[in-house]
């Protein structure tokens, strides 16, 4: 076991040096840089800016070494833990990300618990009860859910929630809460703000897993162990827990790993609609004014964190089931 | 007795017909007892021919501004007037707005006294059909200046209706094309990996983890980003579909692979390769063609993925721009609280969106199901 994740972990050691290419790649695509567009906006307000003024910019971010060099510069700063400067906050991105980050985490885990309390009983029940009225209702909500975009979703909650109940939607905290320090109040507050993006960015998660449950559990439903099992007065209940859903749940630990970067993107459009203080709308906007530091280290970190999650996942499945065995 | 009997030979009849009907026609056997996933076939139906007939469909010219009507709820045809009376036409009336209602919350009242009969067949806004014919009869329409707005109509007073089914046109279609050349990379990609195997096979695998590593939504937001603003549209249609696909290949390709692998030692593989058959041969007539239907199956299911891509690439602004109408530039309109609240109806295209994707969704579970010859429905 030892030895596997070992070599695992050697093994992403390439793929992701591959990846950071391959990041750093992206953010020089569009055309032009930060500087550039900084400067139209200077001149849009009608201020002259000197030769000297752009040259020293353009030294300060290192925009005029060539490309390997720069992508040297920002593995090297990578590597001592400094994420490099975020040219559009004027702060560091470290300070940035961090910030944000603790959010997004209370949010993806409130919605991964959400989406599991409703999947996993909801998908039992459904295989057990297979084509009764409750297994169809759930099998339409889910191939609904599927098919809504999430930020459909949270709007339709908006609209919703201001027409029925008259309350605004979004963010994480009431306007007089918002600045201010923590308290049990605020605490409070937070919490009834924090279902509904929980159940927007779980949806899609709680829909898919809900029919992956249902189907695997059905699978293991028909073998003759299960036949074997009952026929040898094994309770049905003890025996569906025991068994076919030990192995069925698998799928639920497999995904267990996407939740690392799903942290920092999965929720990103609806954050934006919502207005979360998360990390999604910052990638966002980082993206779309060229802000290559910033938007290069999200990326880059969205892409280990999916290499760690699926080594993770893999790892927590092989305890889970003994079948598994690695070569 | 004898009647016992008739029954036993029709129904050896059928096993025999069952027995000797080709894969392609058992497979729409199974298909069509799926009843969902035919209903959902009806509806993708109804849906591309909207799209491909939106001109003549659509009452209104999608981009003109009918300054008096904007924000305007939805406006149904009606068929009792003010008095109670029933009308076999139906018919709308004209709107004013409620000036006391204030220049923000606006709202309309019907004005009775302007009466628009709504009729089929009549002569409405000119039209190019398909860039071959001119012409201006449109499906149905209340004349010049009726408030037939049956979705209501936008911050601009175009017709949300009308934009709608112009918007299926590239929605639609983007998915389609997407997934032609997701189609085309995966299946040369994978086929080459299975087939040779050994570097090749390495390194398209390594390619596919890289690509596989990086999360999809950022990366086509990187990639859309970098698409010039200045770009004519359809050239950044053309860009949103290749950024939408170079992603999406790995999934397939992984399949494909998989098959291909699996396939190369098999009896009829190898007795092909005796027999003196070329490679490309031995690849395109009788390795593909034997699980063509999960290759099928699998572009089927990948079409809504491209299709939620376009629309979320859209409502953030950096997929497809205004000139050009999609459901995801639609809904870009009902993007904060306000919008929301005051004009609701401005989310109907997001319906569209997901009434198209729950199609697509169960057709390709029908058809994955029907494909699988050892299900046992």
């Known amino acids: 076991m030892l030895k596997y994740i070992l070599r695992r972990v050697l093994m992403m050691i390439p793929t992701l040096l591959a990846i950071s290419v391959l990041v750093f790649t992206i953010i020089q695509l569009p055309p032009g840089d930060i500087i550039t567009s ?290 | 007795m004898s009647e016992l009997k008739t029954q036993d030979r029709e129904e050896s009849n059928v096993d025999q017909a069952l027995a000797f009907a080709s894969p392609r026609r058992l497979m729409w056997l199974r298909f069509r007892r799926h009843r969902l996933a035919v209903i959902g076939g009806g509806v993708l139906l109804l849906l591309y021919g909207a799209a491909a007939f939106c001109e003549f469909l659509a009452p209104h010219d999608p981009e003109q501004r009918h300054a008096n009507y904007v924000l305007c709820p939805p406006q149904g045809p009606r068929f009792i007037d003010s008095e109670g009376r029933f009308h076999l036409v139906p018919f709308v009336y004209g709107l004013r707005q409620n000036p006391e209602a204030g220049e923000w919350a606006r709202e309309y009242v019907a004005d009775s006294a302007r009466v628009y009969p709504v009729t089929f067949f009549t002569c409405g806004p000119r039209y190019e059909m398909w860039g071959l014919f001119e012409a ?50 995966g299946i040369l990609l994978g086929g080459l990996a299975g087939y040779y195997g050994g570097w090749t096979d390495i390194l398209v695998q390594r390619l596919i983890e890289i690509l596989m590593a990086v999360p999809q939504l950022p990366l086509w937001m990187s990639l859309s980003a970098a698409l010039p603003a200045y770009w004519p549209p359809l050239r950044i249609y053309f860009g949103v579909t290749i950024i939408l696909s170079l992603m999406g290949w790995t999934g397939l390709a992984r399949v494909v692979r998989g098959r291909f692998l699996s396939m190369r030692e098999e009896d009829f593989v190898i007795a092909a390769r005796l027999a003196g058959a070329g490679e490309i041969k031995i690849i395109f007539k009788h390795m593909l063609p034997s699980f063509m239907s999960h290759v099928i199956t699998a572009a089927t299911l990948a079409v809504p993925a491209m299709i939620l891509g376009e629309t979320a690439l859209s409502f953030l602004g950096i997929g497809l721009r205004a000139p050009v109408v999609s459901w995801g530039v639609l809904l870009q309109k009902a993007q904060n609280f306000q919008a929301v609240t005051m004009a609701p109806w401005l989310l109907l295209p997001g319906l569209f969106v997901v009434v198209t994707v729950l199609a697509f969704n169960v057709v390709g579970d029908g058809m994955r199901d029907a494909a699988d010859p050892y299900s046992a429905h």
């Open chain 1, 38 to 327: 900084r400067l139209q906006e200077l001149e849009a307000e009608g201020q002259d800016v000197s030769e000297e003024q752009i040259t020293a910019l353009r030294e300060r971010y290192n925009l005029n070494d060539p490309l390997p060099v720069q992508y040297l510069k920002w593995m090297g700063g990578l590597l001592r833990g400094d994420m490099g400067y975020s040219m559009m906050y004027g702060q560091s991105v470290n300070s940035l990300i961090w910030e944000r980050l603790g959010y997004t985490l209370l949010i993806t885990i409130t919605a991964t618990l959400l989406s599991w309390l409703v999947a996993l009983p909801l998908g039992v029940y459904s295989a057990l009860r297979q084509y009764s009225a409750l297994d169809y209702l759930a099998t339409l909500a889910a191939l609904i859910g599927l098919a809504t975009p999430s930020f459909l979703l949270a709007l339709v909650l908006m609209y919703l929630g201001y027409e029925w109940f008259g309350i605004a939607v979004g963010g994480l905290f009431s306007p007089e809460y918002a600045g201010a320090p923590w308290s049990g109040a605020k605490l409070l507050d937070l919490l009834s703000h924090l279902w509904i993006p929980a159940l927007v960015v779980g949806m899609a998660g709680m829909a898919g897993l809900m029919r992956i449950m249902r189907a695997n559990l059905l699978d293991e439903l028909g073998k003759p162990y299960v036949m074997a099992a009952l026929a040898r007065g094994l309770s049905p209940v003890r025996l569906v827990i025991k068994y076919p859903m030990r192995i069925a749940i698998n799928p639920f630990i497999s995904t267990v790993g996407w939740l690392l970067p799903h942290l920092i993107s999965g929720s990103a459009i609806t954050s934006v609609v919502l207005s979360l203080p998360t990390t999604g709308p910052l990638l966002l906007e980082s993206l779309m004014n060229q802000d290559m530091y910033l938007a290069g280290s999200f990326l880059l970190m969205l892409s280990v964190l999916t290499v760690l999650g699926t080594l993770l996942s893999d790892i927590l499945l092989a305890v889970a089931d003994p079948r598994i065995r690695y070569e």
């Open chain 2, 136 to 185: 201006d009869r449109h499906l149905f329409g209340a004349g010049e200046g009726a408030p037939l707005f049956l979705f209501g109509t936008d911050e601009l007073g175009r017709d949300l209706f009308s934009r709608i089914l112009y918007g299926a046109r590239i929605s639609l279609t983007i998915g389609l094309i997407g997934v032609g050349l997701t189609f085309f990379i």
